[in-house]
């Protein structure tokens, strides 16, 4: 049978849970084998010491009752443990999905990550729980029943013992096949999840284009490919099954004819036959227990493969190092950034941007604008150079507190499914009613109050459904009053907004940056024109800064992008 070291390590700390389990199991199969201990006393002592038998009853009744009560407390340290170990993955998992940042979710799908968190780890959970005890309790149980058998006769012991090791070979021979076909079967899973919740988000695309009959198909397809995939597996399952109950019966039953024919031989006594009887009948229950539960078990293992792959990531390096300017700006010196060490989207950077002051990033879409703000925000590692505010530098051991003096209204701010209520307590736990209204007034949000059914407490639907773009912008601009930061940034925050929603956003804006660092990303330059200073990006390098008029003045670039938007509006 399979020992896993990476799960093994894998659940380091849940080593005491496992351990319990595995004792208890070890300790019923013990009760079991002195049931069967008892219960040959009692047959023998019919025929040959009469005045034993309600001593050696009493003695197996006692073991029946022990291993009744036992079952309960069993089962319930078995679930309790099966809980905590998938509760302990799934926040290892978590922290580790955390640490790789914005760009693992950049690369894998939100559905491939889901069915890793949930169905994976459930599959997983149950080799520890279950497979794992079972094993224990045939190493030790099981084989102390072969060593006891041994100490009456070895030819017997031997025979018993090549059932039950055939069973514990048998995986080293399908172990390769399992693996291949119980990942592929994994592999659809994934894709099956992902697709799904494409569609679900994106039902009212497919109404719109007719083609939900498409996406349908594909999905019948990759359920065919499940089902294909789950018999070919089978297939091998039923083949290593065959073998392990042809291995368990070999073992079982030469081993019961082989002790009858020694006794009928004069070899043994009948009394040692009932008791090999028994005892051979006890040794192979908690094997084949094992088989089943291997099944189960290796389940767990395929499941773990995407596991272990993310375990391996390397956590993203922080720069941890530098020296810095104590300073009442938001800094940077020789900032640079790239996708997976290629790909450059900034190189050297150089920011000195003053409290009180509002400051816009300028060019055209895919200059490294965004990229710009997320890392100032702390979303990602950057790649070399240095980032500071007043005297903290930005590193992996401050980037939690950096968040904290960070607020954004970003282009597509999120709506968590919960009561309006619910999502501007993220941006602040604690805040009282006070506070909460007086964030709802700031940020313009009185009037979608008072059409909510249930005003504040009213359910907002998955990435609030129930509200337009517009509307998620006024609640992200919402959630800045309440957690009043020093550093403020809009990332394109009035893009694509009706004139309505426009007057509510730049009123926010204008109220929210009062004394703050602000930072504002817009593609149309004609909502930057009053900024402080305007950088000019290009090609992931600052090629000029400026007022609207030095730059327009000055930089070509600029210019030609303004006379562009010019152009456009007139057309």
Partial sequence: MLINGALLKLAKNLKKHI???????????????????????????????PDKIMYYFICFLFAVFLQMVLRYPANMLSISSEASIKLDIRNTLLDRIYGLG???????????????????????????????????????????CIIYIGSINLNVCLTALIGILGMLITPAFTYKYLWGSGTEVWKEYDKFGSDFLDNIQGMKTLKNLKACKIRRQEMLRISKEIHKKTMNHMKITTIENFL?????????????????????????????????????????????????????????????????????????????NFDFADTNTLSTRRLSFSYNNHDVILN?????????????????????????????????????????????????????????KISAVWQNPYVFNGTLKDNLLFAKPDATDTEINAAIKEANLEDIL????????????????????????????????LKNTEILIFDEATSSLDEKNQGFIHESIELLKKGKTAIIIAHRLSTVKNADIIYMIDGGRIIASGTHEELYNNCQTYHNLVKSQEDGNEK
Wanted: a neutral charge; proline letters at 3%.
């Fill in 450 to 481: 008072a059409k909510l059914p249930y005003g504040i407490d009213t359910e907002l639907g998955e990435n609030g459904s129930i509200l337009s773009g517009g509307e998620k912008q006024r609640l992200a601009a919402a959630r800045c009053f």
């Fill in 19 to 49: 351990i319990s389990v595995s004792l208890l199991s070890c300790f019923i199969g013990a009760v079991t084998v002195f049931q069967a201990f008892y219960l040959s006393k009692v047959i023998n002592a019919i025929f040959e010491r």
């Fill in 348 to 404: 050297n950077i150089d920011l000195d941007l003053k409290p009180g002051k509002t400051y816009a990033f300028v060019g055209k879409s895919g200059e490294g604008k965004s990229t710009l703000v997320s890392l100032l925000a702390g979303l990602y590692p950057y790649t070399s150079g240095e980032i500071w505010f007043k005297n903290l530098p930005l590193t992996l051991d401050t980037v939690s507190g950096w968040r904290e």
């Fill in 102 to 144: 914005l760009a693992k979710l950049t690369d894998e799908r939100s559905g491939k990550l889901c069915t890793l968190l949930l169905d994976r780890i459930e599959a997983l959970a149950p080799y520890y729980s279950i497979y794992l005890p079972n094993l224990i309790t045939v190493l030790f149980v099981s084989m102390g």
């Fill in 244 to 320: 392990f109950e042809l291995s368990a019966n070999i073992g079982s039953v030469l081993s019961v004819v082989y002790a009858v024919y020694l006794s009928a031989s004069g070899h043994i006594n009948a009394g040692s036959v009932v008791f090999v009887l028994f005892m051979i009948r006890n040794c192979f229950i908690p094997v084949y227990s094992l088989m089943l539960a291997w099944h189960v078990g290796y389940n767990g293992i395929t499941a773990s493969s995407e596991i272990e792959n993310i375990l391996k990531e390397e956590i993203p390096v922080w720069k941890e």
